[in-house]
C-alpha cells in the first residue's frame, strides 16, 4: 500500500532531551511537510522540503531541526531549545513538480508529550 | 500573507440536517482552496479542492462546496448529515503566484452529529 508511515504514535520526552520523529513515504513524491497541530490552532507549518538535500523553515521552525537525506524519508527532531513540545505532530507530502495547486497527503501522526 | 478564517469552531447539526461549514480567506487573488477532514487521532484527509473552472466542486462522501470570488468564500456544505460525518473540518489555501507551495490552514471547525 502506498502512503506515509509516522512513528511511533506517541512519544514521551524528558526534560533536556531531544527527540526525533519519523515519516516515510512509499508515493515518489518530492515534497515533504512537517506541520504541528494544537487544540484549536489548526496546523502550523514547521519545515518543509521540495527536494532532497534542501528544505526551508516554515512560520513556527525555532526548536525543530529537520534533514532530507533520502527522497522517502523527511525525519523532525525536537530539540531541548523547543519549550512547549507537547502537540501532534502531522508529516505530509505532495507531488511538487512546481504547481501550488498540488494536494497534500498525510500520515497518522504522531502524538509527543512531556514528562 | 494569506490567512484564512473559519466561522464556528464548533457546529452541531442533527442526523439528516444540511451542513454548512463556514471558510473565508483573505487575497487579493484568488488562491487554490482545499477542504480537509481529520477523524480523532488520525491525519487528514482530502474533501475537495478548487483551483480553475467550475466554483461548485464536489468531493467526497457526499459534500460539495462553492467558491465565491465575490464573497472571497469557499464554504463546504453536505445536504444530510450522517453520524460518520462527525470529524473536524479544515479550510485551507495556497497561493497560486508563489514559487514554493505552501498550505495555510483555518483553525478547523468541528462538526457534532446528533442523532
Known amino acids: 500500500d502506498g502512503g506515509i508511515t509516522q512513528s511511533p504514535k506517541y512519544l514521551f520526552r524528558k526534560e533536556g532531551q531531544n527527540v526525533t520523529l519519523s515519516c516515510e513515504q512509499n508515493l515518489n513524491h518530492d515534497a515533504m511537510y512537517w506541520y504541528r497541530q494544537d487544540p484549536g490552532q489548526g496546523l502550523r507549518l514547521i519545515y518543509y522540503s521540495q527536494i532532497v538535500n534542501d528544505f526551508q523553515k516554515g512560520d513556527i521552525a525555532e526548536g525543530y531541526s529537520v534533514s532530507r537525506e533520502k527522497k522517502e524519508s523527511f525525519p523532525l527532531t525536537v530539540t531541548s531549545a523547543q519549550k512547549n513540545p507537547t502537540a501532534f505532530y502531522l508529516c505530509?507530502?505532495?507531488?511538487?513538480?512546481?504547481?501550488?495547486?498540488?494536494?497534500?497527503?498525510f500520515g497518522a501522526g504522531t502524538r509527543l508529550s512531556v514528562l | 500573507a494569506q490567512s484564512v478564517t473559519q466561522l464556528g469552531s464548533h457546529v452541531s447539526v442533527s442526523e439528516g440536517a444540511l451542513v454548512l461549514l463556514r471558510c473565508n480567506y483573505s487575497s487579493s487573488v484568488p488562491p487554490y482552496l482545499f477542504w480537509y477532514v481529520q477523524y480523532p487521532n488520525q491525519g487528514l484527509q482530502l474533501l475537495l479542492k478548487y483551483t480553475t473552472g467550475a466554483t461548485l466542486v464536489k468531493g467526497i462522501n457526499g459534500f460539495e462546496a462553492e467558491f465565491k470570488k465575490s464573497e472571497t468564500s469557499f464554504h463546504l456544505t453536505k445536504p444530510s448529515a450522517h453520524m460518520s460525518d462527525a470529524a473536524e473540518y479544515f479550510c485551507a489555501v495556497s497561493d497560486r503566484e508563489r514559487s514554493n507551495y505552501k498550505l495555510t490552514f483555518g483553525k478547523g471547525t468541528l462538526l457534532t452529529v446528533n442523532p
Open positions: 505530509a507530502s505532495s507531488p511538487w513538480g512546481g504547481q501550488t495547486n498540488n494536494i497534500q497527503y
